[in-house]
């Protein structure tokens, strides 16, 4: 794929007109990275602006005693760079971001980005959606570090991204969830036996998504 049609197929990029693509792909690249590379580092300073065109990465911090934190998934099509100020000519990173599959990344010129379109109010909104979906990440990441037990931090998963909860191993989503393993296999068996999911083969099937829904929203 080059990288205007790379470009095209961003739902970010869908106001510019053709002349404008053809100047971003001049300021843009496309890689390739295999599973396990790790982007940025947190705490460190980037020039460009980055989206995952495929695959799947994780956002995550390393604490004191050098335990990894993690943060939340980062999917296909979605801006990969955190954007933590405006001004600034380069992006800070919050954490570090790392490829969980083999994946596709598009790299933007920032400096340039922002002069030959932020600074024209061209892809300003596109951004600022971004920053908010970014930001209800980390709603979610305080609502589940912070106010939730053990029962609504597994529903919340199951609720919101169902996908992959089932791609990933039990004793994985435990350590996500900050968990014990016997608690997260206590939660799914309460679930089931109030019909409110099924398990079929290891993978979980809501059955009854309201309910599902209202044990974390009410906690």
């Keep these: 794929m080059s990288t205007k049609d790379c470009l095209r197929s961003l739902s970010f990029f869908s106001s510019l007109n053709e002349e404008q693509i053809e100047f971003l792909a001049s300021i843009s690249t496309i890689n390739n990275f295999n599973k396990d590379y ?11 602006l980055l989206f995952l065109k495929s695959g799947l990465a994780k956002s995550y911090k390393i604490d004191k005693n050098n335990n990894e934190i993690f943060l939340y998934y980062i999917y296909e099509n979605t801006l990969l760079s955190e954007i933590t100020e405006i001004k600034s000519d380069e992006l800070y990173s919050f954490s570090n971001i790392e490829l969980v599959e083999d994946s ?16 024209q109010n061209l892809l300003s909104l596109e951004l600022m959606d971004e920053i908010l979906s970014q930001n ?27 996908e992959m909860f089932n791609k990933l191993k039990r004793h994985d989503i435990a350590l996500i969830l900050h968990i014990q393993p016997a608690t997260l296999s206590r939660v799914l068996n309460r679930l089931k036996r109030n019909k409110i999911i099924d398990i079929i083969q290891g993978k979980v099937i809501i059955l009854d998504a309201l309910s599902l829904e209202n044990i974390y929203k009410e906690d």
Excluded at 105 to 115: R, W
Excluded at 137 to 153: A, F
């Design 38 to 48: 790790i982007l940025h580092y947190e705490e460190k300073y980037t020039k460009y």
């Design 104 to 119: 596709q990344i598009l790299s933007i010129d920032y400096k340039q980005l922002k002069k030959h379109f932020l600074s």
């Design 136 to 162: 209800k990440k980390l709603q979610t990441l305080v609502n589940r570090e912070l106010i939730y037990d053990s029962v609504s931090k597994v529903v919340m998963m199951l609720h919101s991204d169902l």
